[in-house]
């Protein structure tokens, strides 16, 4: 069966990739396939994953690129030789241009740990989120997939899933929290909802 092919671009530990990878694994990301795993740094833990997954991974350091048109480019080609149909951001935490998110239209997908429009846009990023949230007292948040454009998580919403703040939460257990259950979950079902829409578009234009 045709597949679309997956590029997750990653900053960090990998947990939401390890839910894509298990997700094909388990058949139940059927439509997409992982062909390639980029980090923007060095020392991600998630390449290690990609490696144990037999799923090609690279390092495309930013700080070593020196610039983001330099950074943009090189990613750009490694998408691009590895076809890739739909980019996936899994705790990536490099800012992309305008350029680059107007090229993928539609074609990339980030998970956000907030109820977006809650806790997010530049500077919220990983734990940040989670003492946000808990700073200003909310009892529930969540984890939102949505596509990227050029707002910083502003593109439009795919998916949300809320999860209850309880008493005594840190920042570290209400990321746990969300992860489990909201993150993991969302994300390996958006992938397979778009991965889909992908193979049927292609299949509408090549008829
Ligand atoms: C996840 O909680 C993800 O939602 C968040 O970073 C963490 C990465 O964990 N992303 C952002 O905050 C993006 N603004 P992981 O590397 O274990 O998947």
Not at 7 to 29: F, K
Not at 185 to 205: D, F, K, M, T, Y
Request: net charge negative; proline share 3%; charged share 25%.
């Amino acid at each position: 069966m045709m597949k679309a092919n997956i590029a997750v671009l990653v900053s960090g530990g990998g947990t939401n990739l390890q839910a894509i990878l298990d997700a094909q694994e388990a058949g139940s990301l059927k439509s997409g396939q992982v062909v390639l795993v980029v980090s923007d740094r060095a020392g991600a833990y998630a390449l290690e994953r990609a490696r144990k997954a037999g799923v090609p991974g690279k390092e495309i350091n930013k700080k070593a690129c020196g610039g983001q048109a330099a950074f943009e480019a090189q990613l750009e080609a490694a998408l691009t030789e590895a076809k890739a149909d739909l980019i996936i951001l899994a705790g990536f935490l490099s800012i992309l241009s305008e350029d680059f998110t107007r090229r993928h239209d539609h074609r990339i997908l980030n998970i956000h740990p907030s109820l977006i429009p809650s806790f997010c846009g530049a500077g919220y990023y990983g734990l940040k989120v989670h003492e946000a949230a808990l700073a200003r007292g909310v009892k529930v948040t969540g984890a939102t997939v949505h596509f990227v454009n050029e707002i910083p998580d502003g593109g439009e919403i795919i998916a949300q899933k809320a999860v209850e703040i309880q008493p005594g939460d840190t920042a570290e257990t209400l990321q746990r929290r969300v992860m489990e259950q909201a993150e993991w979950i969302l994300l390996p079902q958006a992938a397979e909802e778009v991965s889909a829409r992908i193979l049927r578009e292609r299949a509408e234009n090549a008829g």
